[in-house]
């Protein structure tokens, strides 16, 4: 597969950041609350094979090409999704309470087939909802990551956000996680990675 090329939105990805998160769970809704996205850059990272007449500001279609998707197989994650993978893994590794929150927007937390999910040690709940935390507090590979990047990834929202705590904080999270605990999330946030392109690319926004 070919390198990525990187593109720098405007307004228009602003717009559309807000539109995603209007949609989303509370996670989506602290960030309103508590970011001036206004205040911040947005870029994409995307394969140079796109469609004929393609329009990256487009960005609930998908306008890659259909060899790029065809050489994808089921489950595999796609080019996009490493990039993104390895942005959250140095992210991490910078230290000083970095932390990224995945909100998973289509579960359930009573759903049987979540059961798995939400006994692992990286599964926040609040009410229903479902959220993944990426710290260093344990291994986190790449690969680890990118599994919780699908976890949490649909065609019609996705949303992480970069963040920090201190470590204190970090170790008293708790399961169940509580609002104040994610307002504080969504305050500390230096940058949010939305799903965008029908599930095939994101756009980063990052804090002037």
Known sequence: ??????????QEAINYIK???NGGKTLSYCILKNCN???GKVKTCLPPNFKDDVNIFDYNKNILSDSFINNIPNNIPTKTDSLLAQIIESYLGIGGGNVC???????NADAPCMMHVIEDSDTLVFGQEVYYILCNKGVMDN???EKRIHYAKSLWHFVCIF????EGEIMSLKKDITEHELNLL????????IGAYAG?????????
């Open 163 to 166: 963040t920090s705590l201190r």
């Open 200 to 208: 095939n690319g994101y756009l980063i926004w990052q804090k002037d």
């Open 101 to 107: 929150i995945l909100e998973d927007a289509a579960a």
């Open 19 to 21: 539109f995603v998160l």
């Open 143 to 145: 690969k680890k990551i």
């Open 186 to 193: 969504a305050k500390n946030t230096v940058k949010i990675a």
């Open 1 to 10: 597969m070919n390198t990525l090329n990187e593109f720098q939105l405007g």
């Open 37 to 39: 996205l206004d205040y």
